[in-house]
């Protein structure tokens, strides 16, 4: 209901209709006073005249009259309604005098505060509001008046039960004729506003992202509108920090980051990007490095701006999984590498195949070049060999047998490789195998060193045996040769006897030349101290013995062996006889293939420094295009008295002994052939700093 007794603008209709009847009665008395004074003197005509024009004034003045009661009628209406609109406003108004009295307040404030309005007016507002708040109420009126233009704060009212709620005042000057300057203001309440506020504020912090939003108007100036508070918990800076503009963001971005995060950012506030998402490092305050991955959208309104909004994550955890990850990658990588051993995933049903880095190194394939197939994997496999693994696959997925098979596989260059493989059959549930995955293993170099510890029992074997017949053999010889000295010496020149003297002589060093083998075969550390020596010395010592057997063959040498190479550890005289076997072998292939001169008939010698487990290497290769070895004995070349060379021509012991020696050296020996095309014998020695 309507608070009439304390309505300061209310006075009744009937107090209006009261002053103006008496107003009227005064004007009658003073007009019939001045009536009769008047026609004392005047003649009756000019009296009835006065009389005609005061009855027509009075109609005048009573319509005049009730003119103006219906506009004052009209007046009071429009009064009450402003009075209803006044109290029963949504919001709350209330206006202050300079020292924060009440002068008006609507009883919509008054049901605000629970207080009814005689307990209002003229009391002092800020004891209406929490302590904390009071000095701010009053500096807001001042600069309200001192202003003279809109302000507005936040504050916290008190009910009449002390129960605090937000309020947002919004006030304006308003001049009183009475009272001089007042400040008007407007009180809404926003206590639900400030609990959706504090709610939002709560889930904000409470999620991993933080929310940022900005804006660059037709003048390309950019405004950051918002930055949500978990920023601090992300990059160690309050949302205030950011809100100062974009150089301070770019300020916390790392320098290896900064210009291209700065390219990104000119594209976006220039239009030319409308969306991305960036990953990018920051550097907090005390100096940690933290990764986040910004998305951005921008979006042109219609008066040319650019509305920005970006969610930004802290992904450090992820990339640190990722490092982690790319590192046991890297790692699992090179334990394949060096255990020489891929794995594969075959998807029987698509006949698609992975295949790790390293399984495509030991088949010969490039990554990239390559669509890896189960026929691919097919032709590799050698030839006598191709069966047994299609066989053995074919059980372990039908037969479900055990799949750990070795075989060898031919490579593009025609090298031969052994691989160990193994593989685990997975079914549906109708038992048909849909996948199957394993891995291969190169063990060419593990078969090797079985075979090379069979051949040094072998050998060792065979070296007592040696031994054993060269010392027996020896004396005699020795005493054979001495007696057919004395015969030459006593045999007269030209004599049948002094011919066949020396006849029996040659085949008596010839015998004497094969027990010196045999002796060096079967002890090869019986021999000079080793010394520091370059490979290029003993090379052309060994090709000034052998030179001229060459040039006579019409075999060209070509010599490519750096000056530069490392010096080698080495007894000279047995790496001399390593390299003229070496020679020998190439010389007797290609006078084989071309008995004549030909412009192939070419023996290449190289040299160069390599790496071996990390150690420095000097590989001397030996590189013939004569008729190769056939595949069946090529693992055999290196066995003791085994001899492609036609009876009488060979013992079968160079190659074994240049083995030998070579590995006594810390070295190997490598053959690698095509029948037919070339060989290629390698000589790979310990460099000086590696021994």
Request: proline share 3%.
């Given at each position: 209901?309507?608070?009439?007794?304390?309505?300061p603008?209310?006075?009744?209709?009937?107090?209006?209709?009261?002053q103006?009847?008496?107003l009227?009665?005064?004007?009658?008395?003073?007009?019939c006073?001045?009536?009769?004074?008047?026609?004392?003197?005047?003649?009756?005509?000019?009296?009835?005249?006065?009389?005609?024009?005061?009855?027509?004034?009075?109609i005048?003045?009573?319509?005049?009259?009730?003119?103006?009661?219906k506009?004052?009628?009209?007046?009071?209406?429009?009064?009450?309604?402003?009075?209803?609109?006044?109290?029963?406003?949504p919001?709350?108004?209330v206006?202050?005098?300079?020292?924060?009295?009440?002068?008006?307040?609507n009883?919509?404030?008054c049901?605000l505060?629970?207080?009814?309005?005689?307990h209002?007016?003229?009391?002092?507002?800020?004891?209406?509001i929490?302590?904390?708040?009071?000095?701010?109420?009053?500096?807001?009126?001042?600069?309200?008046?001192?202003?003279?233009?809109k302000?507005r704060?936040?504050?916290?009212l008190?009910?009449?039960?002390?129960?605090?709620?937000?309020?947002?005042?919004?006030?304006?000057?308003?001049?009183?004729?009475?009272?001089?300057?007042?400040?008007?203001?407007?009180?809404?309440d926003?206590?639900?506003?400030?609990q959706?506020e504090?709610?939002?504020?709560?889930?904000?912090?409470?999620?991993?992202?933080?929310?940022?939003s900005?804006?660059?108007?037709e003048?390309?100036?950019f405004?950051?509108?918002?930055y949500?508070?978990?920023v601090?918990?992300?990059t160690?800076?309050?949302?205030?920090?950011?809100?100062k503009?974009?150089e301070?963001?770019?300020?916390?971005?790392?320098?290896?980051?900064?210009?291209?995060?700065?390219?990104?950012?000119?594209?976006?506030?220039?239009?030319?990007?409308d969306?991305?998402?960036?990953?990018?490092?920051?550097?907090?305050p005390?100096?940690e490095?933290?990764?986040?991955?910004?998305?951005?959208?921008?979006?042109?309104?219609?008066?040319?701006?650019?509305r920005?909004?970006?969610?930004?994550?802290?992904?450090t955890?992820?990339?640190?999984v990722?490092?982690?990850?790319?590192?046991?990658?890297?790692?699992?990588?090179?334990a394949?590498?060096?255990?020489?051993l891929?794995?594969y995933?075959w998807?029987?049903?698509?006949?698609?195949?992975?295949?790790?880095?390293?399984?495509?190194?030991?088949?010969?394939?490039?990554?990239?070049?390559?669509i890896?197939?189960?026929?691919t994997?097919?032709e590799?496999?050698?030839?006598d060999?191709k069966?047994?693994?299609?066989?053995s696959i074919?059980?372990?997925?039908?037969e479900?047998?055990?799949?750990?098979?070795?075989y060898?596989?031919?490579l593009?260059?025609?090298?031969?490789?052994?691989?160990?493989?193994?593989?685990?059959?997975i079914?549906?549930?109708?038992g048909?195998?849909?996948?199957?995955d394993g891995?291969?293993?190169?063990?060419?170099?593990?078969?090797?060193?079985?075979?090379?510890s069979?051949?040094s029992?072998?050998l060792?074997?065979?070296?007592?045996?040696?031994?054993?017949?060269?010392?027996?053999?020896n004396?005699?010889?020795?005493?054979l040769?001495?007696?057919?000295?004395?015969?030459?010496n006593k045999?007269?020149?030209?004599?049948?006897?002094?011919?066949?003297?020396?006849?029996i002589?040659?085949?008596?060093?010839r015998?004497?030349?094969?027990?010196?083998?045999?002796?060096?075969f079967?002890?090869?550390?019986?021999?000079?101290?080793?010394?520091?020596?370059h490979?290029?010395?003993?090379?052309?010592?060994?090709?000034?013995?052998?030179?001229?057997?060459?040039?006579?063959?019409?075999?060209?040498?070509?010599?490519?062996?750096p000056?530069?190479?490392?010096?080698?550890?080495?007894?000279?005289?047995l790496?001399?006889?390593?390299?003229?076997n070496?020679i020998?072998?190439?010389r007797?292939?290609?006078?084989?293939?071309?008995?004549?001169?030909?412009?192939?008939k070419i023996?290449?010698?190289?040299?160069e420094?390599?790496?071996l487990d990390?150690?420095?290497?000097?590989?001397i290769?030996?590189y013939d295009?004569?008729?190769?070895?056939p595949?069946?004995?090529?693992?055999?070349?290196?066995?003791?008295?085994?001899?492609?060379?036609?009876?009488?021509?060979?013992?079968?012991?160079?190659?074994?002994?240049s083995?030998?020696?070579v590995?006594?050296?810390?070295?190997k020996?490598?053959?690698?052939s095509?029948?037919?095309?070339?060989?290629?014998?390698?000589?790979?020695?310990?460099?000086k700093?590696?021994l």
């Open positions: 209901m309507k608070d009439k007794r304390n309505d603008y209310k006075k009744s209709e009937s107090t209006i209709i009261k103006t009847g008496k009227k009665k005064q004007a009658q008395q003073t007009r006073r001045k009536n009769r004074e008047t026609t004392k003197k005047m003649p009756a005509s000019d009296i009835e005249k006065l009389i005609h024009e005061l009855q027509t004034h009075q005048e003045l009573e319509m005049q009259n009730n003119e103006l009661l506009v004052q009628q009209e007046i009071e209406e429009s009064r009450i309604k402003y009075v209803d609109l006044y109290d029963f406003a919001i709350g108004y206006t202050l005098d300079p020292r924060g009295i009440i002068v008006e307040a009883l919509t404030l049901n505060l629970g207080i009814e309005r005689k209002l007016m003229n009391k002092p507002f800020p004891l209406f929490a302590n904390e708040f009071k000095i701010l109420l009053l500096n807001h009126v001042q600069k309200v008046l001192s202003a003279n233009t302000q704060c936040e504050l916290m008190l009910k009449k039960n002390g129960t605090p709620f937000s309020v947002s005042i919004e006030s304006i000057a308003m001049h009183d004729s009475k009272r001089g300057f007042l400040c008007q203001s407007a009180i809404s926003i206590t639900d506003r400030k959706i504090e709610e939002l504020r709560q889930i904000m912090s409470s999620i991993s992202d933080y929310l940022w900005a804006e660059i108007n003048k390309s100036q405004t950051y509108h918002y949500s508070p978990v601090e918990k992300i160690g800076r309050p949302p205030e920090f950011y809100m503009g974009p301070h963001w770019l300020n916390t971005i790392h320098s290896d980051d900064r210009d291209r995060l700065s390219n990104v950012f000119k594209k976006i506030t220039t239009g030319q990007l969306h991305t998402e960036e990953e990018y490092r920051i550097t907090l005390d100096g490095i933290r990764w986040v991955r910004d998305s951005v959208l921008a979006k042109k309104t219609g008066n040319k701006t650019i920005l909004h970006g969610v930004a994550s802290d992904i955890e992820r990339k640190q990722e490092a982690a990850l790319q590192k046991s990658e890297a790692s699992l990588v090179r394949q590498q060096i255990a020489h891929g794995n995933e998807d029987i049903v698509k006949d698609s195949v992975y295949w790790s880095h390293e399984n495509y190194h030991i088949f010969g394939v490039c990554p990239k070049e390559s890896v197939t189960y026929n994997f097919l590799r496999i050698h030839p060999d069966e047994f693994v299609r066989k074919h059980e372990a997925l039908y479900k047998k055990p799949y750990s098979i070795n060898r596989i031919v593009p260059d025609g090298t031969e490789r052994t691989i160990h493989s193994e593989g685990e059959v079914f549906d549930d109708s048909r195998p849909i996948k199957m891995i291969n293993q190169d063990i060419t170099e593990k078969v090797l060193l079985e075979k090379e069979e051949r029992k072998h060792a074997s065979l070296g007592e045996l040696a031994a054993s017949i060269a010392h027996e053999i004396n005699p010889i020795t005493g040769i001495n007696c057919t000295q004395i015969l030459i045999s007269p020149e030209g004599s049948k006897e002094k011919d066949l003297a020396k006849r002589m040659k085949e008596g060093d015998i004497a030349k094969i027990v010196h083998n045999l002796l060096s079967a002890r090869p550390t019986c021999k000079e101290n080793k010394e520091i020596v490979v290029n010395e003993i090379l052309s010592d060994t090709l000034v013995l052998i030179g001229t057997q060459l040039r006579k063959d019409g075999i060209k040498v070509r010599l490519d062996i000056q530069r190479l490392p010096e080698i550890v080495a007894n000279k005289h790496i001399q006889q390593v390299f003229l070496a020998h072998n190439a007797y292939a290609l006078n084989q293939k071309y008995s004549s001169t030909h412009e192939n023996l290449e010698i190289l040299g420094e390599i790496m990390n150690w420095p290497y000097v590989k290769t030996f295009h004569g008729t190769g070895i595949v069946k004995i090529r693992n055999k070349v290196i066995e003791s008295f085994f001899t492609t060379k036609p009876r009488g021509e060979g013992t079968g012991l160079g190659l074994s002994i083995y030998s020696i590995k006594d050296h810390g070295g020996l490598m053959v690698d095509i029948e037919g095309k070339f060989t290629k014998l390698s000589i790979i020695l310990p460099a700093s590696r």
